[in-house]
C-alpha cells in the first residue's frame, strides 16, 4: 500500500481533535513508554504536554546523545536557480514574485563552490525553483557531475521527480533528496500553490514512495510551519515517517521543521508557532524516534540555534545564502527568504565546541556510492 | 595474550572513535582505555587530507587502525571501501560492517558472508560485525574470517548483553578469536563478556558519550583486564548445590 492510501484513511478533523483532547495522563503515559505509538507523538505534541517540556527536554537530549553522540553535523545550501513556474504563497521565488531570475553556469557554480569549500564544507544542499525548461534532469546531472569531486556529500532540494528520473541521479553521488510537503491539509495545499507543477498535491505526497523505491540514501521529510496547525501537520509527518521506515527500510531519513520567514511581499503565517512549542515539537520527535535526524536552518535565531543542538537537533547549517551566486557570483540578488542567524561557519563551529559538542564536516564519502 | 592474524595485543578492549565532543577528548580517552586496535569510518575522516583531525590524533605508535566501511549496504559496496581503506590508510585490516537497516544498525548476515568471501581472497584481515548467530560465526571462520564480532545487543543502545546465550555458544565453538561487539553500555557489561570468554570487546558509545570520557575509558580497561583474569582464574560454579538434610543418594552406602 503506497502512503496516500494509508493517508486517504485519514481526515484532518478528526486527527486534529483526538490531540487536543489528549491529557496529562496519556503525555505520562506516552513519556513512560518503551516503545512509542503514533497516540503517544500526539500526546507529546499536544497541548497538555506544554507543562512536560523540561522532562521532555532531558529525555530528548539523552535519547540524542546516545544514537549521535556529542556531534552536531554542518551542511550548507547552494542555490542553482531561482527560475520557477509554480505559484506558492510563501515563497520569494514564487512564478508572480517580481525578481530577476538566473540559472547559474558551470562557471558560476565552480566559483561558488569554492567558497564554499573555503568554509570547510565537505556536504552540500543543491537547490533550485522548478522551471523544467531549464531546471530539469539532464541540468542536474551535469551538476551532480561537475561537482562530486569536491564534496563528499551532496543532498538535493529540488523539484519532486519520477522514479526512474531519481535512479539516474543516485549513481552521479546523489546521496540525499529533501521533499517538504509544505502541508497534509489538502484544501489549504491548494490554495498556497494554486499555479504550477507543484498544484498537484498527490504527485508530492508520493514522492517519497519513489524515492525509496529508487533507493536513495536518505530522505528529508517536513512541513512548513505556519500555514496549517502545526499539531496537525507534525503528526501527519510523524505517520509518514512511520510508514516510510517499515517499507523503505534501507534509507535514513531526516526532518525539518522550517517555520514561515519574512520575505518581500510575503504571507503573515496563518498559524503561529512560539519558540515553546518548536521546542516541544523537537523533543517529541526525538522522543518518538530516536534515530531519525532533526535539521534546523538559519532560519532561525542566534539564541535559539544555540540551544537546540542540545536538545535534539543533529543537523545544522550555516553562513546559508538562499540566493542563486549568493556566495561569490551575484551576493547582493534577492533571497529565497530572509536568514535569521547570520554567524559565519567558523563562528557556528566554536559555539558548538564551547557547548562540548563536535562539529562534523565530513560524515559521508563520496566513494560509498557505487558509478555503475 | 591475544593474537588476530598476525598481530598481538596486550589490550583486549578495543574501541571505537565516534560520537566523541572533540578529537583531543577521543584522544585522551583511546590512551586512557589502553586500547591498541581503533575502529575508523572510512566516512567519517578524509583520507586525501593529511592533516584530518581524527587521524592526526590518532597518530600513536601503539594504536592500530581498524578501517570500517560503515555506510555500505551491499558485499559489492563493501568490497570496494575496503579496497580505498586499505590504500588511504596503509593496513589490510577490515572491520567489515554492512548494515543496510539505518535505523538500528543491524547487519546483514548474506551480504557479510559473500563479502568476507571475496576480501578473504584479497588478502585483508577481517573482522566481520555480526548477529550472535552461533552457525553464521561458523560460516565466516570457514570463509577466512580473522575474528568474528557478534553483538551484544543493537549499536549504541548500551544494553549490555542481551544476546548472551547465543554469545557462549559461539565462544564455546570459534576457532577463532570472538569479539564482542555492540550494546556494551557499562564497564560490567564488558567484565561479564570477558568473563564468559571473550577474547576482546568493542567499545565506542559507553566511553564517548559519558560524563567523563576519560575515567570511563580507564574504568573500561580495568573492567576488561578483570573479567579477563576471573575468566583465566576459573571461576566458581554456580548454582544452589547446597547438601540436602536427607541425601537422596545415602542408601548408596548402605547397599
Redesign the interface.
Known amino acids: 500500500m503506497s502512503f496516500k492510501e494509508e493517508f486517504d484513511r485519514y481526515g484532518w478533523d478528526e486527527v486534529k481533535e483526538s490531540i487536543y483532547s489528549k491529557t496529562a495522563a496519556d503525555v505520562e503515559r506516552a513519556l513512560g513508554s518503551s516503545r512509542k505509538t503514533l497516540e503517544d507523538f500526539k500526546a507529546l505534541i499536544s497541548p497538555a504536554a506544554a507543562s512536560y517540556l523540561e522532562p521532555m527536554a532531558a529525555l530528548s537530549r539523552q535519547l540524542t546523545q546516545k544514537r549521535f553522540g556529542k556531534t552536531v553535523q554542518m551542511y550548507v545550501p547552494l542555490y542553482l536557480s531561482n527560475e520557477c513556474t509554480n505559484i506558492c504563497t510563501y515563497c520569494g521565488f514564487s512564478l508572480d514574485n517580481k525578481v530577476r531570475r538566473r540559472t547559474l553556469t558551470d562557471a558560476e557554480i565552480l566559483r561558488e563552490v569554492e567558497v564554499i569549500k573555503a568554509m570547510g564544507y565537505e556536504h552540500v544542499l543543491l537547490v533550485t525553483g522548478e522551471a523544467v525548461q531549464t531546471v530539469h534532469v539532464p541540468y542536474f546531472k551535469r551538476v551532480l557531475e561537475l561537482i562530486r569531486p569536491h564534496f563528499a556529500q551532496i543532498s538535493m532540494e529540488v523539484q519532486p521527480l519520477d522514479q526512474d528520473e531519481y535512479e539516474e541521479l543516485i549513481p552521479l553521488g546523489l546521496h540525499s533528496v529533501l521533499v517538504y510537503q509544505e502541508t497534509y491539509h489538502r484544501d489549504d495545499y491548494r490554495k498556497h500553490h494554486p499555479k504550477g507543477k507543484k498544484a498537484n498535491f498527490n504527485y508530492r505526497i508520493e514522492t517519497p514512495d519513489r524515492l525509496g523505491k529508487a533507493g536513495v540514501h536518505k530522505m528529508g521529510l517536513g512541513v512548513l510551519i505556519g500555514l496549517e496547525d502545526w499539531r496537525t501537520d507534525s503528526f501527519f509527518t510523524a505517520m509518514h515517517l512511520n510508514y516510510l521506515e517499515k517499507t523503505y527500510w534501507q534509507t535514513r531519513y531526516s526532518l525539518s521543521f522550517p517555520r514561515l520567514r519574512p520575505f518581500s511581499g510575503g504571507l503573515e503565517p496563518k498559524v503561529e508557532m512560539s519558540d515553546r512549542e518548536l521546542v516541544q515539537l523537537i523533543c517529541a520527535y526525538r522522543i518518538f524516534n530516536g534515530e531519525v535526524e532533526l535539521s534546523l536552518s538559519t532560519r532561525e535565531s542566534e539564541k535559539f540555534r544555540n540551544h537546540c543542538i542540545q536538545l535534539g537537533v543533529t543537523s545544522i547549517s550555516a553562513g546559508s545564502k538562499t540566493n542563486p551566486g549568493g556566495y561569490a557570483v551575484e551576493p547582493a540578488s534577492l533571497e529565497q527568504f530572509e536568514i535569521s542567524d547570520e554567524r559565519s561557519p567558523a563562528e557556528i563551529a566554536a559555539m558548538i565546541r564551547n557547548a562540548g559538542y563536535e562539529p562534523v564536516w565530513k560524515d559521508w564519502d563520496a566513494s560509498l556510492i557505487l558509478n555503475d | 595474550m591475544l593474537t588476530i592474524a598476525d598481530q598481538i595485543f596486550q589490550s583486549r578492549l578495543f574501541t571505537g572513535t565516534?560520537?566523541?565532543?572533540?578529537?583531543r577528548v577521543m584522544e585522551e580517552a583511546l590512551l586512557a582505555s589502553g586500547s591498541e586496535l581503533v575502529t575508523v569510518a572510512?566516512?567519517?575522516?578524509?583520507v586525501r587530507d593529511e592533516a584530518d583531525d581524527i587521524l592526526r590524533h590518532l597518530a600513536h605508535k601503539h594504536i592500530h587502525l581498524l578501517p570500517n566501511t560503515s555506510?555500505?549496504?551491499t558485499a559489492?559496496?563493501a568490497i570496494?571501501?575496503a579496497q580505498?581503506a586499505r590504500e588511504a590508510l596503509e593496513t589490510n585490516w577490515l572491520k567489515l560492517e554492512i548494515h543496510?537497516?539505518?535505523?538500528?544498525l543491524l547487519p546483514d548476515p548474506i551480504e557479510t558472508l559473500k563479502a568476507t568471501e571475496g576480501l578473504a581472497k584479497m588478502g585483508f584481515v577481517i573482522l566481520p560485525y555480526i548477529h550472535a548467530d552461533p552457525v553464521l560465526c561458523k560460516r565466516l571462520e570457514e570463509a577466512g574470517a580473522a575474528a568474528v564480532m557478534p553483538l551484544g545487543s543493537p549499536i549504541?543502545?548500551?544494553k549490555g548483553l542481551k544476546t548472551i546465550d547465543f554469545l557462549e555458544i559461539i565462544i564455546e565453538q570459534s576457532k577463532v578469536p570472538v569479539v564482542v561487539d555492540a550494546g556494551i553500555g557499562a564497564p560490567s557489561d564488558a567484565a561479564k563478556a570477558m568473563e564468559i570468554g571473550a577474547d576482546a570487546v568493542l567499545v565506542n558509545?559507553a566511553i564517548?558519550?559519558a560524563g567523563d570520557p576519560v575515567a570511563m575509558a580507564d574504568a573500561f580497561r580495568m573492567a576488561v583486564q578483570a573479567g579477563r583474569m576471573a575468566y583465566e582464574a576459573k571461576l566458581g560454579a554456580q548454582g544452589n548445590l547446597a547438601a540436602a538434610s536427607s541425601p537422596l543418594t545415602a542408601f548408596l552406602d548402605e547397599l
Not at chain 2, 565516534?18 to 578529537?23: C, H, L, Q, W, Y
Not at chain 2, 572510512?42 to 578524509?46: A, E, G, H, K
Open positions: 565516534g560520537k566523541f565532543s572533540s578529537a572510512l566516512r567519517r575522516v578524509d555506510g555500505v549496504r559489492k559496496e570496494f571501501a580505498l543496510p537497516d539505518p535505523k538500528y549504541g543502545s548500551n558509545t564517548a558519550v
